[in-house]
């Protein structure tokens, strides 16, 4: 809970590393408890859906070959969003449009029916290796154009302003801040 800020918070840059990134996605509550479950009845294991900017520290990815979690987990890194909306079936997430901003510019913007793992294969995958429990929160992918990609890369600044936003869902809004 700690690499986690809500709405409307600033995200917080550490003084380890310049290199705060931004990834808008979406997010999935599990609301019912499972082991293997079928991506047909994915679907019913979901309760809520909220926005998340999954901020990294690119270099701290770095430091371990097969691990990121040094580089996914820093205090205050990533926003979750700006609140949780009730799952009313495979429809709310059809083809729906993510998008992130930075200071009012587009960086991401895609559509779920585009994206490389479906909502269904994510919660089956998942639970393959370990029972998804109410209240667990999968973090389901970005799309292109995270600032690591560009050349030079657009790393976060203290006053930058990210609102990641998704047809239906709203927009998660933060801004950034050194520490």
């Keep these: 809970p700690q690499t986690i800020v809500g709405h409307g918070d600033d995200l ?5 590393s310049e290199q705060l990134d931004y990834e808008g996605e979406i997010a999935i509550v599990i609301g019912r408890a499972g082991r293997r479950i079928s991506k047909a009845d994915s679907w019913g ?20 070959k097969f691990n990121v979690t040094q580089g996914k ?5 990533g926003a979750m969003g700006p609140g949780l909306l009730r799952f ?6 059809a ?5 992130t901003r930075v200071n009012g510019d587009i960086r991401q913007q895609d559509r779920t029916s585009r ?4 909502f269904t294969h994510i919660i089956n995958y ?8 109410p209240g667990d929160i999968l973090v389901c992918g970005t799309p292109t154009g995270a600032g690591a990609r560009f050349d030079p890369p657009k790393w976060l600044q203290p006053g930058d302003v990210i609102e990641v936003s998704a ?11 050194d520490e």
């Design 12 to 16: 917080v840059r550490p003084p380890e």
């Design 45 to 64: 294991h979901i309760a809520a859906v909220t926005l998340c900017n999954e901020g990294t520290i690119r270099d701290w990815l770095r430091h371990a």
């Design 73 to 77: 987990n820093w205090e205050k890194s």
């Design 88 to 93: 009313t079936g495979p429809d709310m997430l």
């Design 95 to 99: 083809d729906i449009e993510l998008t």
């Design 115 to 118: 994206m490389i793992f479906d």
């Design 126 to 133: 998942v639970s393959t290796f370990i029972t998804l429990v």
């Design 167 to 177: 047809d239906g869902l709203g927009t998660l809004r933060n801004g950034v801040r």
